[in-house]
């Protein structure tokens, strides 16, 4: 089974911040990855999928870039709805957590 | 829009039973999802089911995990059997984006999701 490794698992950043999270994987995913994120009490939220095609309805700040086993979710100018936590997933797997709070 | 309903406590050894209720669209185009998360920790999938009753479920689960589907009444349920505390756990349903990959359907991304039920395992 593939294992994902999200990096940071905590990161502190102000308003305006251009913030990249990490997810790798044990074994090449091809492109089969998708971001979330998640508010405290909130179900998750989808993002991205396919690795780099944005959710509609999800602000262009967000870009997802990566391919195999190294992905990357990039938010260009941290506003401050964004504070929460990011989680990757690939297929059953979820990785565990970035957690992006106030600097 | 998905909603779960069900017990929020559950005892130890029994089986835990949730449902969710899908409004504003017919349940027969996709995969449907039951996710969990323990309090402060990640997200675990549990496992999916079409509207045919076609399931996959997580290996560490397979033995205590029964998901089924109601199409006449746009319904799915999640059976978990045996539980403990490690069960304990906000659970969600969600709606699921799949591809046939490698011989299987397999999940590629969960696009819309109920708001979640906290059950808890204690006696």
């Known amino acids: 089974d593939i294992h994902l490794t999200q990096s940071p698992s905590t990161l502190s950043a102000s308003v305006g911040d251009r913030v990249t999270i990490t997810c790798r994987a044990s074994q090449s995913t091809t492109n089969w990855l998708a971001w979330y994120q998640q508010k405290p009490g909130k179900a998750p939220n989808l993002l991205i999928y396919m690795g780099s095609s944005l959710e509609s309805g999800v602000p262009s700040r967000f870009s997802g870039s990566g391919s195999g086993a190294e992905f990357t979710l990039t938010i260009s100018s941290l506003q401050p709805d964004d504070f929460a936590t990011y989680y990757c997933?690939?297929?059953?797997?979820f990785g565990q957590g970035t957690k992006v709070e106030i600097k | 829009q998905l909603q779960e309903s069900g017990p929020g406590l559950v005892k130890p050894s029994e089986t835990l039973s949730l449902t969710c209720t899908v409004s504003g669209g017919s349940i027969r185009r996709y995969y449907w999802s039951w996710i969990r998360q323990p309090p402060g920790e990640g997200l675990e999938w549990i496992g999916h089911?079409?509207?045919?009753?076609?399931?996959n479920y997580n290996p560490p689960l397979k033995s205590r995990v029964t998901i089924s589907v109601d199409t006449s009444k746009n319904q799915l349920s999640l059976k978990l059997t045996s539980v403990t505390a490690a069960d304990t756990a906000v659970y969600y349903c969600?709606?699921?984006?799949?591809?046939?990959?490698?011989?299987?359907?397999?999940?590629?991304?969960?696009?819309?999701w109920g708001q979640g039920t906290m059950v808890t395992v204690t006696s």
């Open positions: 969600a709606r699921t984006r799949y591809d046939y990959i490698w011989g299987s359907y397999r999940p590629l991304g969960f696009d819309f």
């Open positions: 997933q690939h297929f059953e797997t």
């Open positions: 089911i079409n509207h045919s009753g076609s399931t």
